[in-house]
């Protein structure tokens, strides 16, 4: 079992920055890939990124690779989601997840544990 809880989001204007917190809790969160997700009224949950538990290995979406960076410190159970010059389509809610599976997953349906959002909103 893995409980995920995000922080971090809030109001930036266009070119800003913020970074997202995704605290872990539960044995299993040490050896689970984390992901991280945002989305849109009525639209699907898409991929931003994801880091690996073995080698912190992280693997972005392509429209945030230069801008975003993901990592992990397994001392305290967090992930976090530096984004930088943020952009008025980076608007979302932002979700991290864990993932058991062999290689670290994009796609939702390959993610069992969720948290339970944060909004981000670029002004521009």
């Known amino acids: 079992q893995v409980q995920l809880v995000e922080s971090g989001g809030g109001l930036v204007q266009t070119g800003g920055s913020l970074t997202l917190t995704c605290l872990g809790s539960?044995?299993?969160?040490?050896?689970?890939?984390v992901g991280w997700f945002r989305q849109l009224p009525g639209k699907e949950r898409e991929f931003v990124g994801v880091?690996?538990?073995?080698?912190?290995?992280?693997y972005y979406e392509d429209s945030v690779k230069d801008r975003f960076t993901i990592s992990r410190d397994d001392a305290v159970n967090a992930v976090f989601l530096q984004m930088k010059n943020l952009k008025p389509e980076d608007t979302a809610v932002y979700y991290c997840?864990?993932?058991?599976?062999?290689?670290?997953?994009?796609?939702?349906?390959?993610?069992?544990?969720w948290g339970q959002g944060t909004q981000v909103t670029v002004s521009s």
């Open positions: 539960g044995r299993s969160f040490a050896t689970a890939h």
């Open positions: 997840a864990a993932s058991m599976y062999l290689l670290p997953p994009r796609v939702v349906h390959e993610y069992l544990y």
């Open positions: 880091i690996t538990w073995h080698d912190r290995t992280a």
